[in-house]
């Protein structure tokens, strides 16, 4: 069993849709918990990134983290076009560079105008 | 550039064969790590270097994979002898060392676009 588990998908929802992705995981000492977007042929990119339990919000993206049920959520509202990415959940033990990061497989999401 | 920087972006070799693949990291990041990302699945842990010392090789999936960063700036990966299996996106990233903080972007990576192998 992978320490990270994430839905593949493909997603595919119509514009300004709510979307809702997920990632459970076996290890509890993740301390640490963060999205990225990987773009087709690109690189990941940090999008989200969280401490512990709890809500945060930023733009048209949340972020939530339930230590206790071992599940992370983004969500993303008002959905558009360029949103269409592969989205990767990722955690951490730590802060220290040595603390590796640790991905899910991601999950495809396209976005129909 | 500012960003991460690696080549080639392709490379097709046939079994067998060695490749050598280079990760030019942000200047002045003191931590560098390879990852192996096959297709459909996310990026794989493969190894980790803060300046020139490599601290965790962990993830090198056999000892055809070898790692270096001799002047803790520019880092190769290099494969011997290619498998079919070795066929993915090899991505390097690099990370600013700023220790103590409590800022979590400390430990935020910072991707190149990839080096895509193909094994034939």
């Known amino acids: 069993q992978k320490e990270v588990e994430q839905d593949p998908g493909p997603l595919s929802v119509p514009e300004g849709a709510i979307v809702s992705l997920n990632c459970t995981y076996s290890n509890s000492a993740f301390q640490y918990f963060m999205w990225y977007r990987q773009y087709s042929r690109k690189g990941p990119e940090l999008l989200m990134y969280?401490?512990?339990?709890g809500n945060k919000e930023d733009g048209r993206f949340t972020a939530q983290v339930d230590k206790s049920s071992k599940y992370i959520s983004l969500f993303i509202r008002d959905s558009q076009p360029s949103d269409s990415a592969t989205y990767l959940c990722a955690m951490r033990r730590g802060l220290s560079s040595a603390s590796k990061i640790i991905f899910g497989s991601g999950t495809r999401l396209s976005i129909r105008p | 550039g500012a960003g991460v920087s690696q080549s080639p972006r392709y490379k097709v070799a046939k079994r067998g064969q060695d490749v050598a693949l280079r990760c030019d990291p942000i200047?002045?990041?003191?931590?560098l790590f390879w990852y192996q990302q096959a297709l459909g699945q996310g990026p794989e842990f493969l190894t980790y270097?803060?300046?020139?010392?490599?601290?965790?090789k962990s993830g090198l999936p056999s000892d055809r994979f070898f790692a270096e960063r001799p002047e803790g700036s520019v880092s190769t990966l290099k494969i011997q002898r290619t498998q079919q299996e070795d066929s993915a996106v090899y991505l390097c990233a690099s990370s600013p060392r700023r220790e103590g903080l409590a800022d979590p972007r400390t430990g935020e990576l910072f991707f190149g676009e990839g080096s895509r192998l193909t094994v034939l």
């Open positions: 969280t401490y512990s339990s």
């Open positions: 270097f803060q300046n020139e010392a490599q601290l965790d």
């Open positions: 200047s002045g990041h003191v931590s």
